[in-house]
């Protein structure tokens, strides 16, 4: 598929799709005595689903499959894996993040997306699920309902060609407390 029969199909997603890398992240993450900092690593490589997809003969949707390995600077070990999609509806204008993690929690994010010519193009989605937001809902286990729910999550993220950047919250109810945990990073395109 051409460059430009991408952009046709994929319309705001069309830059993200390939490999990306970045070694600045940061992890504050909910600890028994407090906030625990982590230096972080990671891959995100996002790869189309072929063919447009269609709801009940009324929507379309294209969508990216992506996965995602984090590992601490300090020792190498992974921390966090997920996958799952980044889906463009043209018609409503809208972007739905579907993931899980190997924790038993899934949820799917849904936003805006806005294009800032100005700047090379640069895409910025903003998603929540959770919270007061009924529309898109966060699933988990009994195990993690009682001891480590999650009650929301927002990510925001911006792209050009060759360059991502996101901060995400996810506000979980762990150890009789409720904690903002926070990730940053900013990653380049390792196949551009």
Do not use: C, P, Q
């Given at each position: 598929m051409s460059e430009d029969q991408q952009n046709n199909v994929f319309g705001p997603l069309t830059n993200l799709i390939g490999t990306w890398q970045g070694n600045k992240g940061v992890d504050m993450a909910p600890e028994r005595d407090g906030l625990d900092e982590n230096g972080y690593y990671e891959t995100i490589e996002f790869v189309p689903v072929d063919d447009e997809i269609e709801n009940a003969e009324e929507q379309e949707l294209v969508a990216l499959h992506y996965h995602k390995v984090?590992?601490?600077?300090?020792?190498?070990?992974?921390?966090?894996?997920?996958?799952?999609?980044?889906?463009?509806?043209?018609?409503?204008?809208?972007?739905m993040h579907s993931l899980v993690i190997p924790r038993g929690v899934g949820l799917i994010a849904g936003g805006c997306c806005s294009i800032d010519d100005t700047q090379?193009?640069?895409?910025?989605?903003?998603?929540?699920?959770?919270?007061?937001?009924?529309?898109w809902p966060i699933m988990q286990s009994p195990f993690m309902l009682d001891k480590a729910q999650t009650t929301a999550f927002t990510h925001k993220m911006s792209f050009t060609r060759d360059k991502l950047s996101y901060a995400h919250t996810t506000t979980v109810e762990i150890y009789g407390r409720i904690f903002e945990h926070t990730d940053q990073n900013v990653l380049t395109k390792a196949d551009a």
């Open positions: 984090v590992r601490r600077l300090s020792n190498d070990n992974v921390f966090h894996d997920e996958t799952g999609y980044l889906i463009w509806e043209d018609a409503t204008k809208t972007i090379e193009n640069e895409v910025t989605f903003s998603m929540t699920a959770g919270g007061d937001n009924t529309d």
